[in-house]
């Protein structure tokens, strides 16, 4: 059973950065993947971005491609997003997830393991 504990979020302008944090609480195996998804208010959780753990391959969603970035620090099971020129749509509740497999999924379903959530508000 994987733990994941998200940080990081908090209230910016627009334009502005934020990075958030996913630590787990075990050693993930190389046959892992962990993503971000992002849920707002009223709305469906959205696939946001996406890595293997074993050779780093990232995948993005077209709405954050060139602002957002996922990046993974194997010695601390940490994973991130790298958030930059923000905009107020980009306001959701963060999750990291994870799942054991080799490929990138951009399907919730196809994760078994979630964060408890992180809020990322962004001003006008």
């Known amino acids: 059973q994987v733990q994941l504990v998200e940080s990081g979020g908090g209230l910016v302008q627009a334009g502005g950065s934020l990075r958030l944090s996913c630590a787990a609480s075990?050693?993930?195996?190389?046959?892992?993947?962990m993503g971000w998804f992002r849920q707002a208010p009223g709305k469906e959780r959205d696939f946001v971005a996406a890595i293997s753990w074993s050779d780093g391959t990232t995948r993005h969603a077209e709405s954050v491609k060139g602002r957002f970035t996922i990046s993974r620090d194997n010695a601390k099971n940490t994973q991130y997003l790298q958030m930059n020129t923000l905009k107020p749509e980009d306001t959701a509740v963060y999750y990291c997830?994870?799942?054991?497999?080799?490929?990138?999924?951009?399907?919730?379903?196809?994760?078994?393991?979630w964060g408890q959530g992180t809020q990322v508000t962004v001003s006008s």
């Open positions: 997830a994870a799942d054991q497999s080799l490929w990138l999924s951009e399907n919730k379903n196809d994760y078994d393991y």
């Open positions: 075990q050693r993930t195996s190389t046959r892992y993947m």
